[in-house]
């Protein structure tokens, strides 16, 4: 397969594919973010310490 025979919409297919992998994983990262910030809110609210919390295996 020469370079010329790969047309624009095979280029925007691999392109948007690549972007729509990085979107996802972003979006899982921050998810995961948010949910970290939710547990240490409810451990602040409970009054546990982090060491608390660990050794409970609340938090890793």
Same mark, same amino acid.
């Given at each position: 397969?020469?370079? $010329?025979?790969?047309?624009?919409?095979?280029?925007? $297919?691999? %392109? $948007? *594919?690549?972007?729509?992998?990085?979107? &996802?994983?972003? *979006?899982?990262? &921050?998810?995961?973010?948010?949910?970290?910030?939710?547990?240490?809110?409810?451990? &602040?609210?409970?009054?546990?310490?982090? %060491?608390?919390? &660990?050794?409970?295996?609340?938090?890793?």
């Amino acid at each position: 397969m020469s370079i $010329n025979s790969i047309d624009k919409d095979d280029l925007q $297919n691999i %392109e $948007n *594919s690549k972007d729509s992998k990085a979107v &996802k994983e972003e *979006s899982e990262k &921050k998810a995961c973010a948010r949910r970290r910030i939710e547990l240490l809110k409810d451990l &602040k609210d409970s009054g546990l310490t982090l %060491e608390e919390a &660990k050794d409970l295996g609340l938090i890793d």
